[in-house]
């Protein structure tokens, strides 16, 4: 039997024992070359893993979290569907965590989290969460995935959709419809995500020679209230012809107002929405949406952070990018 | 000092260590006669506690487990703020976990939970799941509290709404609307919500002199296709004039046949859900519900966890009931 140990191999190579025990078990974090000297090593020596430590690494809680601004939202539970559905075929379960875009809650959830409670963390951001701070802790010690809401500042694998791409089209589809007068309202406006849609939206508009007018915009956030009076104040006052609501959230306070305010849609305002909505083609009317492929993101995110947890490489700088899809309906014809 | 023990009083009690341990911390699972016959004899030889076996004892988690069929349901995702509401307000966290009405991965999570990851567990429970058999050690071990799907045999704290008087009411209603030829989606056989909601219609048919059909109604289960050629067949062979849907999934496959077989809603059928659904009010037509009051059932069940966490006595043979409301909209006008 052989008797050589970790920390005598991570002598002869002049390295921590942490690293030569992460090369043994082809971490990701490790090199390639760093791993082959290791490797070549432990062959030279006969170095046998001692099988109770090994158990005691592998000891795993066969958990993944789930962090999300809220379950309330047809996208969200499509995506922890998704991921549900990868993670039960690997015997993992999920736990669902869920912020309502507080970012001190994420940030709590975040800490407890560090205990090892679970093995992975898959994450969709908090609205008010401007930057990485507090997941820089979480990230160094346990797999992470952003999807859908990810931040530009930290070294993560994402999984995003293409909103710059679906907010261009969204705004062509009402051009094309006839209007020429297009309110956004501009959710997300902390995130990537937020900020690639509002980009969409102002490009198609130049091309299209139209300009843009900020007065047209109405920046929307966590306060309901405060988000329709906003709306029904750009619908009163400087009435356009049709609205991009860059998520669900804020389409039915559109229908409400315009109800409210006898404004016929789509004849008067034609309404596109971001939505994962399954009631979306049985509204008053049928609502035009730019429906995301939520269970999809979920599947690949939840394969992603299982390809991490068994340790193989995934090149974090490459983010995945999906297809959303606009749907037309009824609230938008011409 | 004091040096008496737990030990010692057991002894001199003739009890269990357990027993005197928790009648000490004011456990609601000890009699009040009991609890004075500790204190009593606790205070006469001068007991004190030790302290840091007393912070070990109460080293909680401080996180609450809530198990749900389905997030993607208006009325769990409303009871599961109810709840976060709550928690929040006690420093607790809500974990969530989703069974998709599987009973199989119910049990899993219970046993998974019975390790103490979490300190209450608030559950409502799978519509496949009809004995409490899974349940039994966790209700001997951590609090537990049921809330809208609850089982009979099992003594426990339990939230539910007046399921019987709200299928009664929402049957009357369709017959004051000129309904005679009244169809039921029967979901949740197994569980007591579905059952009363059942009885409820037979009853209110009974009380109208129109006599009970069982060819009116549709045992729905959850392969969603198969539910939607059951209520299909049902439209084309045996077309009722009034349906009640006894839970919200099944209400927008009714939207969908109607108009694939060209049936006006409400003119030749008028619908009833028992639906959470914020777009009831926007859907076309606009749909009649049984509404829940859902947050409130959340923050019910939540109250009712942290008392019982805190050692306080609640009385598990008293249910609590709260009321639905019937929201007459567009799918039943005459």
Redesign the interface.
């Given at each position: 039997m052989s008797s050589i140990t970790i920390k005598q191999l991570a002598y002869e190579l002049n390295l921590s024992a942490a690293t030569v025990s992460r090369a043994l078990s082809d971490s990701y974090e490790i090199s390639a070359a760093t791993k082959q000297k290791v490797w070549d090593l432990a062959k030279k020596l006969n170095y046998e893993p001692n099988p109770s430590a090994s158990t005691l690494r592998s000891h795993k809680s066969k958990?993944l979290a789930v962090i999300v601004p809220?379950?309330?939202n047809?996208f969200f539970?499509?995506a922890?569907?998704g991921i549900?559905e990868v993670s039960?075929q690997h015997g993992y379960?999920?736990?669902?965590?869920?912020t309502?875009d507080n970012s001190e809650?994420e940030a709590?959830?975040i800490k407890?989290l560090l205990s090892g409670?679970v093995d992975g963390v898959l994450i969709s951001v908090s609205s008010e969460t401007g930057n990485s701070n507090h997941f820089a802790d979480l990230n160094k010690n346990i797999p992470v995935v952003f999807f859908d809401r990810a931040l530009e500042d930290i070294d993560a694998v994402k999984i995003t959709t293409n909103d710059y791409e679906s907010a261009y089209l969204a705004t062509e589809h009402l051009i094309e419809c006839g209007c020429n007068k297009i309110g956004y309202l501009f959710a997300l406006n902390n995130l990537t995500a937020g900020k690639k849609r509002l980009s969409g939206y102002k490009d198609a508009l130049l091309s299209n020679n139209i300009a843009y007018n900020e007065n047209l915009v109405v920046i929307c956030g966590k306060e309901e209230s405060q988000n329709y009076s906003q709306i029904k104040d750009l619908l009163i006052t400087n009435r356009p012809d049709g609205i991009i609501s860059s998520i669900e959230e804020l389409v039915?306070p559109c229908?409400?107002i315009c109800r409210e305010l006898n404004i016929n849609i789509p004849d008067d305002l034609k309404i596109v929405s971001f939505s994962n909505?399954?009631?979306a083609?049985?509204?008053?009317?049928?609502l035009t949406t730019i429906t995301q492929p939520a269970f999809e993101i979920g599947e690949t995110a939840a394969t992603l952070i299982l390809k991490l947890l068994n340790n193989k490489q995934v090149d974090t700088g490459e983010d995945v990018v999906l297809k959303s899809a606009l749907i037309k309906r009824g609230s938008t014809a011409v």
């Open positions: 958990t809220e379950i309330a047809n539970s499509q922890i569907n549900e039960r379960h999920v736990l669902i965590y869920q309502h809650t709590a959830f407890s409670r039915l229908y409400a909505l399954k009631t083609p049985f509204l008053n009317p049928s």
